[in-house]
């Protein structure tokens, strides 16, 4: 019983390994080619819904007490606008919102916030959409040079229409 119940584990853990990213290289080069298709619509989606686009530092922040539906406030010193008004600081509301996946995309969404990190934020009717860290700790398939290309180039065909 003991061995079925270790290989049942070992067995499980190799699913979960498999499931994020330990794939043979073409296929994971296919599957990340995929995600990053569905990364860069969901930047050009985005982008098309947000009021504002800009990458900037966090220089205050409050969080609601866990299990509150309250927003938190968060304060951020603007280094460069990709979309919307130019403003050295702003002011947004924010819900933290994890989701953990082994697809990037569908974590595309998550917001929260550090002390002094920076990051590229998504806002809309005051409040944030997206961020993420466009700081030393920022990874994956989805490099912020391209981010920022892909929100400008949306903004430009917004405002082309």
């Given at each position: 019983?003991?061995?079925?119940?270790?290989?049942?584990?070992?067995?499980?853990?190799?699913?979960q390994a498999l499931a994020c990213g330990t794939h043979p290289a073409?296929?994971?080069a296919k599957i990340d080619a995929q995600e990053l298709g569905k990364l860069q619509g969901?930047?050009?989606?985005?982008?098309?819904?947000?009021?504002?686009?800009?990458?900037?530092?966090v220089s205050a922040l409050s969080q609601s007490a866990a299990g509150s539906k309250a927003p938190g406030k968060v304060t951020i010193a603007v280094s460069e606008t990709l979309k919307g008004e130019a403003m050295a600081v702003r002011h947004a509301e924010w819900v933290a919102a994890f989701t953990y996946s082994c697809q990037p995309s569908a974590m595309f969404h998550n917001v929260g916030f550090r002390p002094g990190g920076r990051y590229i934020v998504y806002l809309r009717?005051?409040?944030?959409?997206r961020s993420e860290a466009a700081d030393d700790l920022r990874s994956?398939?989805?490099p912020l040079a391209q981010e920022r290309d892909l929100i400008r180039d949306a903004s430009t065909r917004e405002s082309d229409s």
């Open positions: 019983m003991r061995r079925l119940a270790m290989a049942m584990s070992v067995s499980l853990g190799l699913g073409q296929e994971q969901l930047v050009r989606d985005s982008a098309r819904d947000a009021d504002a686009v800009f990458i900037g530092t009717d005051g409040s944030v959409t994956g398939l989805l």
